[in-house]
Every structure is written in C-alpha cells, then in structure tokens.
C-alpha cells in the first residue's frame, strides 16, 4: 500500500496495484484530513484507528486547537481575549450562535437564564432519594436526562426552540449542581436570585446560610467565571464526542448531554483535577517531601505520574494553564489562604519540575487541572464537586457541537465499523452434544 499526495487537492493510495484518488480536505487553519469517506466502497478496505487519533468525526466551525502552539480560538476568538473581557454567559452565547452577543442579545440571554433558573418541584424532591453519598456527576447525569420528561417541548422540533433550551439547560444545570451539594450535606436548598450574575449566583446557592450570608468575593467570582470560559469548550473530546455520537441517533439534546456529563466523569477525563488534590494531600500526610515525589515521577520502572502535568495535546504550554495560574493567585491572596500547606506543596512541585531537565525536555508543563482543582480548593467547592464544575463550564460546548451536529449536511448516525478477530463460523452444537 501507498498513500501519495499528488496535489493540493488529492492524495493518491495505490493499493493491491490500484491507484485511487482521495479528496484532501483544508480547514480554515490549514489542517489538512484525507477523505476516505469512499474508501470500503472503492476498495473493500476499511481504516482502523483505536482512540481515534487520527480520526476526523466531523468538520466544524466551533473550536480551533493547535497543541503545538498552544492555541485556543472559540469561534475565531483567543481564548485570552474572552477570559479578559467576556462573561461566561456571553462565551456561553458565542459558542451556541457563532458570534458575540450585542448588549440587546445579552440582555434577552441574561433573562431567559434568570427565568430559567428554578426547577420543577417534583424534581427537587428526587434529590431525597439518592443515597447521601451518591456521586454528584451520577446525580447531575441522571437529573439533567430527567429534564426531557418536565420540559419535553423539544422532541417536536429542536432548533425551532434551541435559544430557550439552550437557556434552560445553562441555567438549570447551574441549580442542579448547587441543589445536589446543599443536599448532600442535609442542608436548605438556597434559590436562584435574579439580581446576581451567573457565577455570583451559583456561589451563593452554593454557600449561604441563614446563620451566615454570603458575601460574594469579586476576585472569586471573577476566578470562577475564567475558570468556566476556559473549560467552555476543546473540540472534540471523549465527552464532546460522546454527545454528538448519542445525538446523532435523533436523540434529544437533554439526553445526549446527559451521556456526555457520563463521559465526562470518568477519572480519565474530567477527574484529574480530583486526582491532583488527592496527590498534593497524599504527599502532606507523608511528611511534605515533595522532590521524593519527583524522583518517582521520574523513574521509568515507577508507573508513577506527577497529575497535573504533561498534556494529549498541549506540548508546548496550555493557553488555559498561565490564565488560571494568575486567577489562582489572586484569589488566594484575596482570600488570605495562600498559606495552605497543599497550594505550597503545589508551588514547590512546579517551581522544581519547571527547572528539571526530566520535565523539560519532555514539555511536561503544569495543565489547567493543575491549577482548578487548587482555586476551587480556595474557594470551598468540595473534591467530589470539581468534575461537577466542569461540566457547568463544558455544557455551552456540548449544546453548540450538537447543534452543529443536527444541522451538518454530512450528518450521518455514528456508526464505526471494526475488524473482527474472533472465531470464524463454526458448525453448531446441540447442547446435549456439547
Ligand atoms: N509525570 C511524569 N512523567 C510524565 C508525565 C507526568 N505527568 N506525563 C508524561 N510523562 C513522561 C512519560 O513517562 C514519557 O516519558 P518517556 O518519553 O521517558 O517514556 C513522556 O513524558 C511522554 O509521555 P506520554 O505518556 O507519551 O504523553 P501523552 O501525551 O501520551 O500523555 C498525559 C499525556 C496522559 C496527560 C500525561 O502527561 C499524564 O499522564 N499526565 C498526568 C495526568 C494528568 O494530569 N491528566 C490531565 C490531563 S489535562 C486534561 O485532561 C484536561
């Protein structure tokens, strides 16, 4: 086999003697795909690709990502531009509609999110029947797939209605998640408030109490609002992918999402800011030596790896990771909490593996888990929350990607083929043969 390009446009695949001319397909960013769409009709064969890293799903208009360079664009915009100066609801409107909002679009996004923000009563009640120690994603998963039985008017026709459903769902997963935490520590629900912004007032459901009000921080809300923005979206991710493959069934947006928050929650993907604290406070309880942790991280016959470094993508620096780190110290100042013996532990684990010729030459720099897990440490969200937090930040991805799925001309059900390695067809055997 031999796979040639032969020009811009084309690329040749002599296979078995035949020559075949493949389409090549150049993004916007000038990335290039082969377009082996025709490939098994031509030629009997198929392409196999475990974990799809070379698998282009689709074409999109959403996200661009170049690892090497550490770029990230929403919609054509960097991904700094919009931690500065937007909101997470304007990102959120970005995302879904293709361009920023004017301030007459913001204003009508901001009151449907208002007048969306409550849940019906019934559903509230099935928060009593999950076990205390339920895992927030497997409530949040469950709860956001039950919204499809209380707000169903989608299955109709779902881009007729896709600004109140977008709404809706930004604005009801932000409750579910503050309702899922106050119960889980048999607490009064707090409602939603219509004269906070999104992030005020999903810390204030989250934190206050008749015997103690909330007072919320600008520089927390502001560190909360980068953080969502910055998790908004990363194109087509395990869980990205899993809600337009469940979409791409025809199935209802509550329901593709709900299987995306499912993919989401596995340790492997949304988890890893978990596993940074659950590393930072295991080195604690050992006496703090952090560089003993290095060294391990270092020593090949040592499966052990320093979470929060090192990147599938980024191998240069995350565009995510600087914005953060500088959020992340704003609020431990404001908060006065930068004496946590966990955030020095951070600080002393990146300042050594920043100068380490290991970590180095290998590009292995501190990811945005790296620097999340340690703001919502600061800012009281419990570990079991944080994958929880990240989906609230990825949700406007989810919504926009499968939008762009339900009106993509090429739409077609996911449906991957595999190579069989099993045994071949054998004669059968009655059981009283066998
Ligand atoms: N600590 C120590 N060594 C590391 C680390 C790390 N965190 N990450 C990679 N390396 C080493 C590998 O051992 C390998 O060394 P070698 O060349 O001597 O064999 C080299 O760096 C390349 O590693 P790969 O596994 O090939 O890199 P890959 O791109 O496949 O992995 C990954 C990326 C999975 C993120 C990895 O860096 C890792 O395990 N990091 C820790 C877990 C983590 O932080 N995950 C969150 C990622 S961010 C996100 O998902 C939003």
Redesign the pocket.
Known sequence: MLLDCVSDDKAELVLDGKKYLLPIIIGTEGERAIDIRSLRTETGHITIDSGYMNTGSCASQITFLDGEKGILNYRGYGIEDLAEHCSFVEVSYLLVHGTLPTGDELRRFRELLNLYSLIHEDMIHFFDHYPSNAPPMSILSSMVNSLSNYYPEMNENPLEDIDNMTARLISKVRTIAAFSYRKSYGSQLVMPRHDFSYCANFLNMMFDSPVKPYVVNDEVESALNKLLILHAD?EQ?CSTSTVRLVGSARVNLYASISAGISALWGP???G??M??MDMLEEIHANGGDYKKYITK??D?NDP??????????Y?NH?PRAQIIKEASEKVLKSLGVDDDPLLQIARELEDVALRDE??VE?K?YP????YSGIIYRAIGIPQNMFTVMFALGRLPGWISHWREMWTDANWRIGRPRQVYVGPQRKKFVPLEDR
């Open positions: 990363h991710n492997l993907h949304g890893a800011n596993a940074v991280a270092k090949r052990f790896r320093l979470v929060g470094f090192g990147h599938r993508v191998k995350d290991y970590f290998r292995l990811n945005v888990d790296f």
